[in-house]
């Protein structure tokens, strides 16, 4: 089936630790996202990426990287001078002018 | 200024019930796409309905209704013969521009429906 898969979906980080969440889709969407959601909260933009190798920032990029080496995989690291990293994080993709498809997220606590 | 507006935090529906759920928008592009999507316990985010600024027809999908009044600037989701499995939160978004390669969307706060059986 065609999708996005998010992986892990729970993922625990030590203080000064980088983690990176994985995103990938087999959709052949040219755009990819990355968002938080913080409880009672919409969704915020991180970071998206419209084509190989390039990516924007999105509201909330501080303390987060990204890259796009490849069509189907977003991958998302949480740095260690992102200082509030819990939230629920969700990939979704697109194609030219469609809606974003979503994953099923990532939970991520900090220890 | 906040892009979506949902002021509704929860509401509660009667099974078989319609329920209209509010979503007011700012924005001063002339071209923009509205969007609902529905969010289950489970997390993922469920893409329900598209409303485009030129369209003069309200969308219809399924048992999903968007009243679409532009010059009030309001997209309110509607749902027919609400069942148990409509609980869930529900978040209106936005696209400002026409559709390109990539559509950041600026989402709102949500609205939790709860259907009482």
């Known amino acids: 089936d065609g999708g996005i898969t998010q992986s892990p979906k729970y993922l625990f980080r030590k203080e000064g630790q980088n983690v990176t969440l994985s995103c990938e889709q087999n959709?052949?969407?040219?755009?990819m996202y990355w968002y938080r959601q913080d409880p009672g909260q919409g969704l915020r933009l991180i970071y998206y990426s419209q084509i190989v190798n390039d990516f924007q920032k999105g509201d909330i990029a501080e303390g987060y990287s990204v890259s796009r080496e490849k069509k189907e995989s977003f991958p998302l690291t949480v740095t260690s001078a992102q200082k509030n990293p819990t939230a629920f994080y969700l990939c979704?993709?697109?194609?030219?002018?469609?809606?974003?498809?979503f994953g099923d997220g990532t939970r991520l606590s900090i220890l | 200024a906040q892009k979506i507006t949902q002021t509704q935090p929860g509401m509660f529906v009667q099974e078989k019930e319609a329920v209209t759920l509010d979503c007011t928008y700012d924005t001063s592009d002339q071209s923009y796409g509205l969007f609902w999507y529905k969010q289950p316990s489970s997390g993922e985010m469920i893409f329900l309905i598209y409303?485009?600024?030129?369209?003069?027809q309200n969308a219809t999908e399924g048992r999903y209704s968007l009243n679409f009044q532009k010059a009030r600037k309001s997209a309110n989701l509607v749902i027919s013969a609400s069942q148990l499995g409509d609980s869930a939160m529900y978040f209106c978004a936005m696209r400002e521009g026409l559709p390109t390669g990539a559509n950041n969307l600026f989402f709102g706060t949500g609205t939790r429906l709860t259907v009482i059986p």
């Open positions: 979704a993709s697109s194609g030219v002018g469609q809606p974003q498809h």
């Open positions: 409303q485009g600024s030129y369209d003069e």
């Open positions: 959709l052949n969407h040219d755009a």
